[in-house]
């Protein structure tokens, strides 16, 4: 029953993947057309204040997982339960310090962004935020919940929990926006599907057998646990400067408008990465085991091989993009948004090699090599940061994203390779190689996409299909014919581990 489950949440997890990509797609335009751009803007800029205010989490999410696995496999139940109870506490005074955080933020919206907020912009801005803080203040206590439901590996309850939500929340979201209510209806609804969630975690994680012991705290573990915590609360801190601080300092220095273009490029982008990870984690449970074997060669060769997988996907979506980008926009948005292709295309051209390498985390984590690569992130992560703000000032919401960009490739691409290649012992050379020799049928597909553009000019829904199509049958066939290798084509016939 239990492996059946684990197969079932697997295939549920993609299903969300997929269904989340197409919502997201449709919902969009909708908000557009019966919100507008400032709301969404908004939302967008609420959405990322509050990403740094849910680092208060410190991962200690994925550090109570580990222990509470570790005592119930070793029947010490009085344990578990305390460790329940210390937990409770932790994040309890957690969320305090996120409620005195959420204040002082809220105090002080105006200041930072009333020079280029209008008084109806930034009057929204603080009902959004309020509403929003309420779910991320509730989500300190409620976590430990959810932590014990996928201790038991209850993936089919939890996966579909999150399927549901991502499926009627934005229905509902639609139904009010189409009936006239407006961003503050919207964002209730979505606070009252995750407050209903949290309220099932709680019933059900008590179902199944759930105690919690106010006593016998071991210090010992606990300082075990933020130990442990702290680099995955690094690598969370990291990735909040990368996709959470540029709506922030648009929003600064441009304005609402301004983050609502950058939002849409960066959805693209988001999108990518959900396909990337889709891919990756078919094959990622055979890592560990090479390392410990230590058979360095297989390991070599995974690290290629679902490399290589990884970009027959990504070439496909990042080509695709690159051709007929601008017409997907102007159909999908409107032309006022055309921006939004250069800002999507400056993150994700260089964001395509840390997803087709995204192996070589796992590799790192198994040797315990990983903390280097926290390091030089944060390092870059600050790059980014100084650089965003100088940037947009000269040239806007882009600015952001060029920033981005090239943090990516100073961070991500050239220092990280380096370290592949000389201490994680992983051949980059015959990687790049390879990988460049399978760029071949890419360029010759983009060639033939530019020549169909030519001739099929007119930009709507029929004709846009129709190109994506004949450029897809094309890519298909030249990567089989040029690209792939015999491995590569039995993964496509039956997509075996």
Not at 26 to 52: A, C, E, F, K
Not at 360 to 383: E, P, T
Request: hydrophobic share 50%; aromatic share 14%.
């Amino acid at each position: 029953m239990a492996r059946n489950e684990l197969k079932i949440g697997t295939a549920l997890s993609m299903i969300t993947i997929i269904a989340s990509s197409f919502i997201q797609i449709l919902y969009t335009p909708l908000y557009m057309r019966y919100l507008g751009p400032g709301d969404y803007g908004i939302n967008s800029l609420v959405q990322s204040i509050m990403g740094y205010i849910s680092i208060l989490n410190l991962g200690l999410g994925n550090a109570m997982l580990r222990y509470t696995v570790r005592y119930r496999a070793e029947g010490k139940i009085e344990e578990e339960n305390s460790l329940n109870g210390m937990f409770l506490v932790i994040y309890s005074i957690l969320m305090s310090i996120a409620f005195i955080i959420g204040i002082y933020i809220y105090v002080n919206l105006g200041k930072f962004f009333g020079s280029r907020f209008s008084i109806e912009e930034l009057s929204k801005t603080k009902a959004v935020f309020l509403i929003m803080s309420l779910n991320i203040i509730l989500s300190f206590p409620m976590g430990i919940f959810s932590t014990n439901i996928t201790s038991r590996e209850k993936f089919l309850y939890q996966r579909g929990i999150k399927l549901i939500t991502i499926v009627l929340n934005p229905i509902m979201g639609a139904i009010l926006m189409i009936n006239g209510y407006g961003l503050i209806a919207v964002t209730v609804s979505t606070v009252i599907f995750a407050i209903l969630s949290y309220m099932f975690d709680i019933v059900y994680a008590l179902k199944l057998g759930m105690k919690i012991k106010f006593s016998k705290f071991d210090n010992r573990i606990l300082r075990e646990i933020f130990t442990y915590s702290f680099f995955i609360f690094l690598n969370v801190l990291i990735d909040q400067i990368y996709w959470g601080t540029d709506r922030v300092i648009i929003g600064r220095y441009v304005g609402v408008g301004g983050i609502a273009i950058y939002s849409v490029g960066a959805i693209f982008n988001t999108l990518y990465m959900g396909f990337a990870s889709a891919v990756s984690g078919v094959l990622f449970p055979r890592i560990n085991r090479l390392i410990v074997e230590e058979k360095h060669d297989e390991v070599n060769d995974m690290f290629l091989k679902i490399g290589r997988l990884q970009y027959i996907l990504l070439g496909l979506i990042s080509s695709g993009f690159i051709i007929f980008g601008k017409d997907f926009i102007t159909l999908w948005v409107g032309k006022e948004y055309i921006e939004a292709y250069k800002i999507a295309l400056w993150i994700m051209i260089p964001l395509t090699v840390p997803l087709i390498q995204s192996t070589g985390v796992s590799i790192m984590q198994a040797k315990n090599m990983h903390q280097f690569r926290s390091v030089v992130y944060f390092i870059i992560a600050i790059l980014n940061l100084v650089l965003s703000i100088i940037f947009v000032k000269k040239v806007g919401a882009i600015g952001c994203a060029i920033a981005t960009g090239l943090s990516f490739i100073l961070g991500q691409i050239i220092i990280m390779n380096i370290y592949y290649q000389v201490s994680v012992k992983l051949n980059m050379f015959k990687f790049w190689k390879s990988i460049l020799k399978m760029s071949l049928p890419m360029i010759l597909t983009m060639g033939f996409g530019y020549v169909l553009n030519m001739y099929l000019i007119e930009i709507n829904y029929f004709i846009f299909t129709l190109k994506v199509i004949i450029y897809t049958s094309v890519y298909v066939g030249l990567l089989w014919i040029l690209g792939l290798n015999d491995y590569e084509k039995s993964q496509i016939y039956i997509w075996k581990k």
